[in-house]
């Protein structure tokens, strides 16, 4: 594939995609009149033009037949999680059984830790990635701490290869197999946040289940983002949330995926709550709890009708596009970006320097690429504001930049290239 940075080739390449379409189907925010360049999808994706119709359903139901809304609504609030099962197993690679929509990421992440992180004397360490979102960290130190151990000892941080942002799959192998022994559970992103590194989750899940231990991931970079296969990679458990790349609205409702191995294990301690509870005999107000089998079973409460609401409107579209084709696009969409950028560094060698940190293969990243800017980052990252380009500014020196396959445009990347360009010359070196 040969890239040229001008306007009428990166025309041409939106007139090719067979995608285009989605876009009127979201809200693009504004500047000064004009539709922004909007690379942050990765933080809040944008809003469906179909999502106050959903909601609107929902609050008309409730309007109407109040408390009985739970069976008389349009999609009836009792069993609302249903409406989006198939959607999320397919976005997952999962048998419908094994996901549910529920609470928020990292309230699932905890459910999920007091399951699958059962430590033992001779057996409680956790290897996670360097660098990672901090909540998870703080979920991993807060498990380890209610089990005993210190947070020092029992969490082992992947490191990246000297003078680079990056863990080679070959090393986060081997950490696993030097810990084999003492190894309970690996759990890291299927991205990396900060880096847009996504690691070879098959390869990793094989690893600590032959070292004795279990694999859970964090997805929330990588749902909507990557194909993934969860099922079929025997990953034991997953979560994400919904309102990065899956355009659900801020703090929408969460994912939790585990593994059919694990379905009918009730001896596997969990937290329990009434809506996990078998649904045939929920409302004969049980005394003892009986889980239902699958990720069911981990509920707690009953569902969030106004965010499944959103879900299911975002979701709708992930349907119709398929993620093999927004992959697809992704790829050329990231790849295209990447050759803008190092156009653009070539042509100005006095560049503040910037580099890329993202891996360079496309098989090693989603649609997120991470710039390192060594000097005037924040000038530069204001700059780009100012000109209606919406990106993401991490501390220390980090610009994140996600054009995501559903909504954004080759025009938008070669626009970014533009005004990056300018950037540079504004910021000074
Ligand atoms: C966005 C993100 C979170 C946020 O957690 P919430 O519970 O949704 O607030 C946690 N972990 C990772 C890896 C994330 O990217």
Redesign the pocket.
Known sequence: MSFHNTLAYAQQMDEADTLRHFRNEYHIPQHHGNDCIYFTGN?LGLQPKATAAYLNQELADWAQYGVEGHFHAKRPWFPYHEFLRNSAANLVGALPSEVVMMN??????HLMLTSFYQPTAERYKIIYEYN?????RYALASHAYLHGFETDDALIELKPSSGSALIKTADIIKTIETHADTLALVMI?GV??YSGQAFDMQAITLAAHKAGARCGF????AAGNLKLQLHKWNVDFA?W?S??YLNSGP?GV?GCFVHQHHADNFKLPRLAGWWGNDPETRFEMPETFIPKEGADGWQLSNAPVMSMACHRAALDLFDAAGMDALVAKSKMLTNYLEFIIDDVLQKQPNHNGISIITPRQSDERGCQLSIRIEKNGKKIHQYLTQKGIIADWREPDVLRVAPVPMYNTFIDVFYFGDALQQAIAYAGA
């Open positions: 933080s928020q990421l990292t309230v699932n992440l990672p979102f901090p909540s998870d992103g990396n946040y964090d997805l929330a970079h979560v949330c309102y990065k703090g969460a």
